[in-house]
């Protein structure tokens, strides 16, 4: 990716045959993460369960026979909910396994990609949230049970991505200072 480019330069060498031969080597600043490697791997686990929650409650919402679900204002929040929810588990996804030095790439696709799409996550799930609801109020009749359902598995949903926010913010990263 071009936003990493500058971390990068290109080292040529040339083999036995002659042929010259380019590999990058990183030059960029490193990283570290201030918790040990059992709060790390613990850290980790919890994301991935708190992740398979989330996307078992949203899908799992998703199958609720609701009349609601048929108002662009409770299924357009919950279709746009799958992108961030994608870019959410491909950072948990990168989060590493053991405590090293890390490069710039693997803490932006790593720990800030969780901290921004989460926000985005519960940003949603609030709308869904909150568009069932009116739909609730201004819309239903009938039978409120699969509404109900509905609104209180989205509602778990956003409360695993906000405990999840939470409990990152006790993790910091900072640059690794030159010696």
Known sequence: MRKYADDYELERTEDEKGRIKKTAKY???YYEVNVELQDLIKFRRIALLLLIVTIGLHIGAGFVANPGMYRFFVALPYVFVFLPLYFFATGILRLPKEKRALRRNEVDLSFERIKKTSGFLIALLSLVVVGELVFLIGFAEGE?????????????AGGAVAFLWRSQKSITVQIISEE
């Open 27 to 29: 030059i960029g600043d």
């Open 144 to 156: 409120y049970n699969p509404e109900v359902l509905f609104l209180i598995l989205e509602v778990l």
